[in-house]
């Protein structure tokens, strides 16, 4: 954190590159969970150059350690919102990056995706295939 000290003071706590995804947090009992959010016009699905490299490494990481992590995407033509597994989004990227520049690798079809949808007044209710996955024994699926 080099400029970020002034002695022993700190004179600026903010982080010099990107490290995390949108939101990190704790549902539930203690469910440790990390997002990101995604917009696209695209009806086939999510284009892989939405997502950058620090947010693969950090969903990596997050999973290794019991993190369920994802992305919200919504499809804006489509005026849906879906949720898609972080497992689901490495192994996409992971094929996209050993196909650079060949046609149909460079997105996460929609066949894929969890549609998320309002329940009770919850605009984006993403927690609901969660728990039911995990009640469902499928915590890895993250």
């Given at each position: 954190?080099?400029?970020?000290?002034?002695?022993?003071?700190?004179?600026?706590?903010?982080?010099?590159?990107?490290?995390?995804?949108?939101?990190?947090?704790?549902?539930?009992?203690?469910?440790?969970?990390?997002?990101?959010?995604?917009?696209?016009?695209?009806?086939?699905?999510?284009?892989?150059?939405?997502?950058?490299?620090?947010?693969?490494?950090?969903?990596?990481?997050?999973?290794?350690?019991?993190?369920?992590?994802?992305?919200?995407?919504?499809?804006?033509?489509?005026?849906?919102?879906?949720?898609?597994?972080?497992?689901?989004?490495?192994?996409?990227?992971d094929r996209w990056q050993?196909?650079?520049?060949?046609?149909?690798?460079?997105?996460?079809?929609?066949?894929?995706?969890?549609?998320?949808k309002s329940r009770n007044g919850?605009?984006?209710?993403?927690?609901?295939?969660?728990?039911?996955?995990?009640?469902?024994?499928?915590?890895?699926?993250?």
């Amino acid at each position: 954190m080099e400029g970020n000290w002034k002695g022993k003071q700190i004179v600026s706590a903010f982080p010099e590159g990107k490290s995390t995804l949108d939101f990190r947090g704790t549902v539930k009992p203690s469910i440790p969970v990390s997002f990101d959010c995604k917009e696209t016009k695209d009806e086939r699905g999510l284009p892989l150059a939405n997502v950058l490299e620090h947010q693969i490494d950090y969903m990596r990481n997050a999973i290794d350690v019991g993190e369920i992590s994802f992305i919200l995407c919504y499809i804006t033509t489509l005026d849906k919102r879906y949720l898609i597994p972080g497992a689901t989004v490495i192994k996409y990227w992971d094929r996209w990056q050993e196909n650079k520049g060949k046609r149909g690798y460079n997105f996460i079809p929609l066949d894929e995706m969890i549609e998320v949808k309002s329940r009770n007044g919850i605009l984006i209710d993403y927690l609901t295939p969660i728990l039911r996955r995990l009640n469902d024994g499928n915590e890895k699926v993250y």
